[in-house]
Every structure is written in structure tokens, then in C-alpha cells.
């Protein structure tokens, strides 16, 4: 399968981006695996003619936004996020009439319809720094991951205004899942996702970014850590540090995966790549709104 994925890559100049969630056979067959930053940098500057996306649809999505004359493969439609799914565009108009006059500042995980409506993009990677350049007395709204907002609000010292979404992998951590790991491994780090709610954060030694949680640990001269985030993410941490160990946190005893993530397997990569479906397509009129915030983001 793995032979076939390649040989059909080369013949239709495709180029595969996978998260870092997704699974690990997936990784390996991939061109370039990254955050949700890395991944719409990497979208915009191909020279591909197809963009096989493993990840999740709002990602599809923006990779068409950022390069609409390319074919954007997505290997399962059904790849969707709670978090986009959590936040419709007509139900976020109406929230935002409340607040006329103030900077929309979306998460990246929103659909091209929300992105449309919002003034900046930001991704996990970068959301401090943006926020961080807009005047201390700006107001923001902020959509749709409440516990990525709480987090901004506390760092900076904000007081944006959160529409009430979450990650259904991260919001199900409990501290009881953390501290349990803490007592059968006491010299290890914690190293969390800022998508986790504010009682896990206060229990991590560091939070970042899928990517910052990479560079933190390759830098560190610890050598264990509890990771507070979607397990996927070990195989590149093992990759990366094979003389590290880590321990992925469970949610009450249960591997804490994303299921939309996983939806990305060879057999349906292969299968997309040989049938050049299906295709993720979108109104040429949305994508130009949309593409504003994305790029706004980008020029940071
Ligand atoms: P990052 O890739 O920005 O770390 O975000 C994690 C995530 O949940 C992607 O859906
Ligand atoms: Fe969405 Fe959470 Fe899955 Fe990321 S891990 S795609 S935020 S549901």
C-alpha cells in the first residue's frame, strides 16, 4: 500500500500534509507532517498539482483557501473537529451582533464560513504573539475554543469575549488523569496543550503548540514527560527523542484519541489519490472573504 501511495504521488506531482494526530503509518507516507501552522504555510507555497490532506476538514479547507487553483483531496469527508462543528456561521452572526465594533480573532479550527466573518486567524503556535501585538484596549471576540481564549486571557492579562466552544479530545482531561501519571512517574515533566481546560494548564510545566511541545522537548534535558495532548503526537516525539520516554494521558483510563484524525488511513489515502476524490471544493466568493484573515495571520 505504502509502494502504491508513493508511486501515485510522483505520477500526479501530489503532495500528502498530515497532522500530527494522525496515525503513525500515516506520518511516515507523508511529504511534510506539522502543526496547524506549519501545515497552511506548507498549503500556500506548494507547487503541487494535488493536495492530499490527512487531517481534518477546516484544514482542507484552508489549504484550498491559500492556493485555490490546486486539487485539494480530503481522504474522508467525515474528518470534521468539535470545535468548527461548534461553532455555525449563522449562530456566530447572530453572537456577533452583540458586539459591534470589536476585532473578530478566530482559531484556525473554524469553518471557511466562520473565517469569512473574522478579522484575524490565529493558530495554537501563534495566537500569543498576535494577540500580543493588537493594542492592550482592543476589543476582541474570540472563537470558538473557550479554554485556547481563557488561556490567551490569562497570559496577557485580556479580557476578550469567548464563544463557548471546545475540543472534545483536550476538554475531557481531568487533573485525576494527570496526577495519577504524576505518582507512577515523578521526575517526569508535563507538557500540555493550551486546548486543555485552565485546571489541566495549572498542572503542566509547559503549554504550547503540537510543534512548540516538539521543539520544547528536543531542547530539554529532561527525560520523561506526561503529554496532556492527542496521543498521535508520540510518534514523532519517540522519533525525534528515541532516548526519552513519554506518557500519554488518558481520559479516564481510555486512550484520549481524536477519532476525526484517525479517519486518515493508507487505504482510503490510496484510494482518494487513485480516484482524485473526494474533492474538497468551495465558493470562489467565500474563499476570497476567508482567505483575508488567513492571510492577515500569515503576514505576522
Ligand atoms: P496545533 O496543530 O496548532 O497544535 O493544534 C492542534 C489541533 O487540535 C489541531 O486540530
Ligand atoms: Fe478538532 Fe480536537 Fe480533533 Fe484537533 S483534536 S481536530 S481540535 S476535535
Partial sequence: MKEKILRLKKEKNAIILAHYYTRPEVQEIADFVGDSLALSQKAAATDADIILFAGVHFMAETAKILNPTKKVLIPDFKASCSLADGCRAQAFGKFLEDYPGYTVLSYINCSAEVKAM????????????????????????????????????????????????????????????ILELRVSHPAAQVIAHPECPTDILELADFTGSTAAMLKHVAASTCREFIVATEPGILFELQRQNPDKSFYPVQAGGIDNVCEHMKLNTLDNICRALETEQPELLLDPELMDKARKSIERMLSY
Fill in 118 to 177: 473574522s478579522d484575524i486567524i490565529v493558530t495554537s503556535g501563534n495566537a500569543l504573539r498576535i494577540v500580543q501585538s493588537l493594542p492592550q484596549n482592543e476589543k476582541i471576540v474570540f472563537a470558538p475554543d473557550r479554554n485556547l481564549g481563557t488561556y490567551i486571557n490569562r497570559a496577557l492579562n485580556r479580557n476578550m469575549v469567548l464563544w463557548d466552544g471546545s475540543c472534545c479530545v483536550h476538554d475531557r482531561i481531568l487533573p485525576d488523569d
